[in-house]
């Protein structure tokens, strides 16, 4: 029972999108270590934008193609921008950190495409036109 919600900021080149901020409010209850729960839900929110902007899995004639992380678009450290968590105890125990900002981060980064461009992203990864 945790909830969070994100908010991106988005510019748009010849070469595609890019994230130029990053800003979430996340609820896990008591929080016993603030370090660990802001390292967990930055780490779900550069995953939610690699899910947007990056990770593709493509396959030829059933087989999948990257063998190996070296093949597969992953999101580097200069696709990362400031990133901003709050966090929120919404109840006095703990309901979990895990990956529950990794939705989000990836709705706020397909969102503000959405509004920068004027069409809704209806597939990931999303590539500039």
């Known amino acids: 029972m945790s909830y969070a919600a994100a908010v991106a900021r988005v510019t748009r080149s010849e070469t595609g999108y890019r994230v130029t901020g990053l800003w979430c409010a996340h609820d896990c209850g008591l929080v016993v270590n603030p370090d660990q729960v802001r390292a967990q839900v930055e780490g779900n929110l550069v995953w939610g934008i690699g899910m947007a902007l990056k990770e593709e ?18 999101p580097v450290l200069s696709d990362v921008p400031n990133i901003e968590i709050r966090l929120i105890e919404g109840s006095p125990q703990p309901t979990g950190a895990g990956e529950t900002a990794i939705v989000c981060g990836t709705a706020a980064v397909t969102n503000a495409i959405a509004a920068l461009s004027g069409q809704t992203v209806t597939k990931l990864p999303v590539r500039a036109a």
């Open 57 to 74: 899995l493509p396959v030829d004639g059933g087989r999948i193609v990257p063998e190996s992380f070296f093949d597969y678009p992953l």
